[in-house]
Every structure is written in structure tokens, then in C-alpha cells.
T-cell receptor
Framework: DTGVSQDPRHKITKRGQNVTFRCDPISEHNRLYWYRQTLGQGPEFLTYFQNEAQLEKSRLLSDRFSAERPKGSFSTLEIQRTEQGDSAMYLC????????????FGQGTRLTVV | GESVGLHLPTLSVQEGDNSIINCAYSNSASDYFIWYKQESGKGPQFIIDIRSNMDKRQGQRVTVLLNKTVKHLSLQIAATQPGDSAVYFC??????????FGTGTRLKVLA
């Protein structure tokens, strides 16, 4: 499968615990995005990487959230001290380094904080 | 602020009929628009895109129309099939690298 891969697909955690999600983009794609989606809403932008550089973080991304892409390949999104409001689908997307192109999304990680 | 909105949250269409899903955008600087389809429990799937220098683009059974004068985007699906049932999102790229999504329209195909 050469698409965007996310792991795990589902995560249930207790409030206050830390969680980490992984995203493997399409191999030749330099640009990588994290989005969050709640039920009935469109994806909301969280952060963006070009290669290993994190170029933008949304105001939605509190200090409890951190994302990395250390070697410009896979990326991780960590949420510390999870809260019930963090429950959502976390989507990763990647795209090639062309000026205009679509982003390819993974299947997402569904986080439930209990 | 920037926003991408959809006129109808749910659209029910008889199988075999044509579907039209509408979207309004507010950022005049947006130069690229995309329609995505999202099935339950899955990530958004690219359907078709259009650049701001075009008015119309056709794909297989789908057509996107762009009216920059009124900042309106539409997705037309010909001969709607049960497999078309999903939530459809429009997204705009306002001259930057990121995409701004609307809240989505649910398309229900009636047998």
C-alpha cells in the first residue's frame, strides 16, 4: 500500500494520559499535515511540515500538543495530559512539493478520552 | 475570518439522478479548490480539483464549477450511485500551502 498510513487506527485512553500517533506519508511527498476532525465537522488544520521543518502551528494546537518529523519522513503527534475535549479523529495528509496539488489523507486515528 | 461553508447539510437523491452539492467560500485570494469525499470511519478521498483560472472541470461522472464572481463552488455527480453516499467537503487554498475545509454535506442515495 503506497498511501498515507496512520497508526493506531483507534486509541482509547484515560484522561490525563499521554498518547502518541504516527503518520507515514507517501514516500516522495515533502509536505505533511496534521488535521483534527470532530463529528459532523470538516477537518481543522493543526500543523504543517515541509521536510523536517515545522512551518506552522494552528492556535488550536495547545502546549499539550507537539508534533515532530525528525528525518523528514514519518511524523508523530503527541498529546500530553489528554482531556475529554481531545476526543476526535486525527488525520494526517501529505502532498508533493508542487505549487498546487491535492493532499492525500490517511485513514485517521480515532482518539477517545474517557 | 476565512471560511468555507456549505448550503445544505444533507442531500437526498434518487439513484440514477444527478446530484449537485454547493459550497460558498469567502477568501478572494483562494486560487485552488478541491472536493473531497469521506465515507464513515475513513479519511477524506480526493475527487476533483479546480484552479481559479478555470470555470469548469470534468472528471469521470463528476464536474466542478467555479463562479468567482459570487465565490461559489459546486460539485455535480452524474447518475448518482449508492456508492456515492458519503459526506462531501469542499476545501480552498488561499494562496498558501494549507487547505481550509467547510463543514460538509451528507449525500444520501435512495434506492
Amino acid at each position: 500500500d503506497t498511501g498515507v498510513s496512520q497508526d493506531p487506527r483507534h486509541k482509547i485512553t484515560k484522561r490525563g494520559q499521554n498518547v502518541t500517533f504516527r503518520c507515514d506519508p507517501i514516500s516522495e511527498h515533502n509536505r505533511l499535515y496534521w488535521y483534527r476532525q470532530t463529528l459532523g465537522q470538516g477537518p481543522e488544520f493543526l500543523t504543517y511540515f515541509q521536510n523536517e521543518a515545522q512551518l506552522e502551528k494552528s492556535r488550536l494546537l495547545s502546549d499539550r500538543f507537539s508534533a515532530e518529523r525528525p528525518k523528514g519522513s514519518f511524523s508523530t503527534l503527541e498529546i500530553q495530559r489528554t482531556e475529554q475535549g481531545d476526543s476526535a479523529m486525527y488525520l494526517c495528509a501529505s502532498r508533493p512539493d508542487r505549487a498546487i496539488s491535492e493532499a492525500f489523507f490517511g485513514q485517521g486515528t480515532r482518539l477517545t478520552v474517557v | 475570518g476565512e471560511s468555507v461553508g456549505l448550503h445544505l447539510p444533507t442531500l437526498s437523491v434518487q439513484e440514477g439522478d444527478n446530484s449537485i452539492i454547493n459550497c460558498a467560500y469567502s477568501n478572494s485570494a483562494s486560487d485552488y479548490f478541491i472536493w473531497y469525499k469521506q465515507e464513515s470511519g475513513k479519511g477524506p478521498q480526493f475527487i476533483i480539483d479546480i484552479r481559479s483560472n478555470m470555470d469548469k472541470r470534468q472528471g469521470q461522472r463528476v464536474t466542478v464549477l467555479l463562479n468567482k464572481t459570487v465565490k461559489h463552488l459546486s460539485l455535480q455527480i452524474a447518475a448518482t450511485q449508492p456508492g456515492d453516499s458519503a459526506v462531501y467537503f469542499c476545501a480552498e487554498s488561499p494562496g498558501t500551502y494549507k487547505y481550509i475545509f467547510g463543514t460538509g454535506t451528507r449525500l444520501k442515495v435512495l434506492a
